[in-house]
């Protein structure tokens, strides 16, 4: 065994190096496009209703950011369902591992469109309606501004929850097909901290734990996507013996 190739299990062809170009760039370029963005998002803290709502009724660029963030996603996802592509495996359980992650990659992305409709649309306009109601009214905004975070919540929590699943499916295919065993395991770990992020999402909000999941997350993302481009890009398949030798 060369280094250009890593080990696969008996029976089972090489891997396509090229083909898993397009879902390495495309998982890479969509983090990375994703936390930038995410910089521009309105901070302040996330459960102090009445802090963080006033900087959002004065956040200017509120949509562009969560649309921005939507793309972003898509095109994370887009990668995830071309691995699930390029690894495909027509026998066992990791057969069924790639059917079941790309239903999760795409019920993340359903999710995530409702998210963003929730977040991006629905409490940005709560929160404006809330800022500039009359004292009277105050009460009552400020109410219907909680209700619809709360629901952003509960849909935030079932995102995580199905994208982690698709990671730990995605995490089972690359290790039938034969990827570098670190990879693997390094997209389990994600899926658990998305798992994780659900769970405190859903149970008390966006939390100071919450915000150490999505780092701890990020950073698992940055560390298994980086090596998976370093492996379609830079492993070589090795050539085929002239017909002299």
């Known amino acids: 065994m060369t280094a250009e190739t890593p080990s696969r299990r008996p029976g089972r062809p090489p891997i396509d190096r090229t083909s898993l170009r397009l879902p390495a760039t495309l998982l890479l370029a969509g983090q990375l496009l994703?936390?930038?963005i995410t910089q521009f998002h309105a901070g302040g803290p996330a459960n102090d209703h009445p802090a963080v709502f006033a900087g959002y009724a004065g956040s200017r660029t509120w949509t562009a950011v969560h649309l921005g963030q939507f793309a972003a996603m898509a095109v994370l996802l887009a990668g995830l369902l071309a691995l699930f592509s390029?690894?495909?495996?027509r026998a066992g359980t990791a057969r069924w591992a790639?059917?079941?992650?790309?239903?999760s990659a795409v019920a993340t992305l359903a999710l995530y469109g409702v998210l963003q409709a929730v977040d991006g649309v629905a409490l940005k306009?709560?929160?404006?309606?809330?800022?500039?109601?009359?004292?009277?009214?105050?009460a009552a905004r400020f109410a219907g501004a909680e209700a619809v975070r709360w629901l952003e919540w509960g849909v935030r929590s079932y995102q995580d929850v199905a994208l982690g699943l698709a990671l730990l499916f995605a995490a089972a295919v690359v290790r039938a097909a034969g990827l570098p065993g670190p990879i693997a395991y390094l997209i389990v770990l994600c899926g658990l901290a998305?798992?994780?992020q659900g769970w405190v999402a859903g149970a008390e909000g966006f939390t100071e734990t919450q915000t150490i999941l999505i780092v701890l997350?990020?950073?698992l993302n940055l560390a298994w996507m980086t090596w998976l481009v370093i492996v379609a890009w830079r492993v070589r398949d090795r050539q085929a013996?002239?017909?002299?030798?």
């Open 34 to 36: 994703f936390i930038v």
């Open 86 to 89: 390029a690894l495909e495996v």
């Open 98 to 103: 790639g059917r079941f992650g790309a239903a």
């Open 125 to 138: 306009q709560a929160v404006d309606a809330w800022a500039g109601a009359p004292d009277a009214a105050q």
């Open 194 to 196: 998305y798992l994780a």
């Open 217 to 219: 997350a990020f950073a």
């Open 241 to 245: 013996p002239s017909p002299a030798g």
